[in-house]
Nanobody, 126 residues
Framework: VQLQASGGGLVQPGGSLSLSCATS????????IGWFRQAPGKEREGVSW????????YYADFVKGRFTMSRDNARATVYLQMNSLKPEDTAVYYC????????????????????WGQGTLVTVSS
């Protein structure tokens, strides 16, 4: 089972980035997936998660209205479109597989999530 995040980079405040999380080694369409981030010196925090079919998505309050998570089950890939980026969005972003049959009406808390992909660094700075 592998998850690989990509798409990070340097962007100016107000800009956009699109992250991808390519997966392999498991039946992708049977698992929810989460995005998380960890800023330097801070705890990891849940950003969003998406259900197996993509019909349910939940976001942390600090990204609502700016970030959109989606998935392509044919490509076994999830995406995180990030708009109106702020300096406080600077972090390493990770994707992770949710526990089987995961459902929670809120952002992912990371508990029992895994495996974790290698993160991708997003830096928002002028």
């Amino acid at each position: 089972v592998q998850l690989q995040a990509s798409g990070g980079g340097l962007v100016q405040p107000g800009g956009s980035l699109s992250l991808s999380c390519a997966t392999s080694g498991f039946a992708f369409d049977r698992w929810a997936i989460g995005w998380f981030r960890q800023a330097p010196g801070k705890e990891r925090e849940g950003v969003s998660w998406i259900s197996r079919s993509g019909s349910s998505r939940y976001y942390a309050d600090f990204v609502k209205g700016r970030f959109t998570m989606s998935r392509d089950n044919a490509r076994a890939t999830v995406y995180l479109q990030m708009n109106s980026l702020k300096p406080e969005d600077t972090a390493v972003y990770y994707c992770a597989r949710a526990p089987y049959n995961y459902y929670y009406r809120g952002p992912p808390n990371g508990s029992n999530f895994g495996p974790w992909g290698q993160g991708t660094l997003v830096t928002v700075s002028s």
